[in-house]
């Protein structure tokens, strides 16, 4: 299984002919990873074909096989890029927020956002990594681990600052806290329209979200 969640190297950049490409062979490169993306949209992952990926890019399927050995393989390359994008950005919303006072509820829903739009703008992809680890795939079970496991550290961290502060129950466990907490976060990210043609609004999940984060985080009843 190839290993996910780095930054990408030279080593995963190199052509399947051993050549690391140059500022044009990755323009070709990140061309085929856009259409693999795009293609998610309407075809599942199953069914991608090199030579619809490569007619989308622009170029042939000799092409491709320049860079990747297999549809699957860009599709890997795509849950690597997804994984360094989503530790960045998820780590900051939380790691970067203040837990005290009023500022935590800000905190809490500027980490909502973050979920509801990270999810939003990688839907496709998302759904593929969620609906393969779910049928058992355990490729894209590591997938999801990586992607969110060093969230929860983080999110369990300040839960363990708050219970040794005292503002939680002494017997409440960190880890177990924060991971009930992200797979809120992730599955109603993961579901929203779905939610909302049950009739409420984007905002009113995302202060849903954040309520909910707040009180499990913190101990105190959300802000009015």
Known sequence: MQQVGGSVTDEELRAVD???PGRRGLATRARLLEQTRELLLTTSY????VVDIARGAGTSPAT???YFPDAESALWALADELVGEGKERLNRSVRDGSWTGRAAYDTCERIAATFLGFWDEHRALLAVIDLAATEGDIRFREIRLQLLMSFT???AEEVR???DAGRLPADLDPMATASVLVAMLAQVSGHRYGIERHGTTGAEIQRALARLLYSG???RKPPG
Not at 46 to 49: T, V
């Open 217 to 219: 985080v913190t101990g």
């Open 161 to 163: 600052d708050q219970r």
């Open 46 to 49: 199953r069914d991608l074909k």
């Open 153 to 155: 550290d983080a999110l």
């Open 18 to 20: 051993g050549r690391v």
């Open 64 to 66: 491709f096989y320049q």
